[in-house]
């Protein structure tokens, strides 16, 4: 096939990630303060329409870089800086 190119297309970027991008500037931008509740996993799910772990993988990546912290059986709250 003379003349036709083949081009990869580059991979749409991961659902957690975006979730974790929108969580990520409200916290940078302010509109999450410290100490202020993210929403439940559940409403996450519902907002977002993906699972629950899609929106566990975009917590933890916010735990990992200090943005957020878990306290088991309340819920994830944006770190003190």
Do not use: Y
Request: net charge positive.
């Amino acid at each position: 096939m003379a003349g036709q190119t083949w081009e990869t297309p580059m991979p749409a970027k991961a659902k957690w990630a975006l979730i974790a991008d929108g969580i990520r500037a409200r916290i940078k931008s302010g509109e999450l303060a410290p100490g202020d509740k993210l929403p439940s996993t559940s409403e996450l799910c519902r907002q977002h329409d993906v699972s629950a772990i899609v929106v566990r993988q975009a917590i933890n990546a916010l735990k990992i870089e200090g943005l957020v912290e878990g306290v088991g059986g309340v819920g994830v709250f944006v770190a003190e800086r």
